[in-house]
T-cell receptor, first 110, second 114 residues
Framework: GGIITQTPKFLIGQEGQKLTLKCQQN?????MYWYRQDSGKGLRLIYY???????QKGDLSEGYDASREKKSSFSLTVTSAQKNEMAVFLC?????????FGPGTRLTVL | GNSVTQMQGQVTLSEEEFLFINCTYS??????LFWYVQYPGEGPQLLLK?????NKGSSRGFEATYDKGTTSFHLQKASVQESDSAVYYC?????????????FGAGTQLIVIP
């Protein structure tokens, strides 16, 4: 079976820093997603992409950029990290109607 | 629009007790409803799925029934185990929703005490 990989697993940044999170999948699936997970708030969609070089904004896109240069990878950039920010960023791929998630990147901003 | 409501932030049970997690949804489309489960350090994974065609889903002892009249999709399990401790998300996928987009509830943390 295939896997979905997120790097890094933990990311510590400074206020104002630009930070990039990476997601790789080897299923050759088209649609991929980035979510932000905060305690007590569920998952909120940041960006998604239906195929390489396509980008679509979700509900929480402000403050983020994304990149899908090839089908297997989908990157997310925090353009300016906010002090005391803590969240988990989850990448997912779509298989028909279901989504399959990576293990997440935990972000801490000092 | 599409939305999901889970009012229970946390549920604490002893082993072998009955589990009930409340979920209601709102949509203008034809829903597919999911329960996802998330264990510590992992991403959410699909627990079960229900469409308007089959009404009821079950997996690993968990059951959920879709009720169009009350727009509810509650999760139940007759007898919980300590290994069921996790966060459970009620999720709505509305047919016609852009590109299979899913809408997540806030999640319910289940703690099972041995």
């Amino acid at each position: 079976g295939g896997i979905i990989t997120q790097t890094p697993k933990f990311l510590i940044g400074q206020e104002g820093q630009k930070l990039t999170l990476k997601c790789q999948q080897n299923f050759n699936h088209d649609t991929m997603y980035w979510y932000r997970q905060d305690s007590g708030k569920g998952l909120r969609l940041i960006y998604y992409s239906i195929t390489e070089n396509d980008l679509q904004k979700g509900d929480l896109s402000e403050g983020y950029d994304a990149s899908r240069e090839k089908k297997s990878s989908f990157s997310l950039t925090v353009t300016s990290a906010q002090k005391n920010e803590m969240a988990v960023f989850l990448c997912a791929r779509r298989d028909i109607y279901e989504q399959y998630f990576g293990p997440g990147t935990r972000l801490t901003v000092l | 629009g599409n939305s999901v409501t889970q009012m229970q932030g946390q549920v604490t049970l002893s082993e072998e007790e009955f589990l009930f997690i409340n979920c209601t949804y709102s949509t203008t489309g034809y829903p597919t409803l999911f329960w996802y489960v998330q264990y510590p350090g992992e991403g959410p994974q699909l627990l079960l799925k229900v469409t308007t065609a089959n009404n009821k889903g079950s997996s690993r002892g968990f059951e959920a029934t879709y009720d169009k009249g009350t727009t509810s999709f509650h999760l139940q399990k007759a007898s919980v185990q300590e290994s069921d401790s996790a966060v459970y998300y009620c999720v709505l996928g509305a047919r016609g929703s852009a590109l299979g987009r899913l809408h997540f509830g806030a999640g319910t943390q289940l703690i099972v005490i041995p």
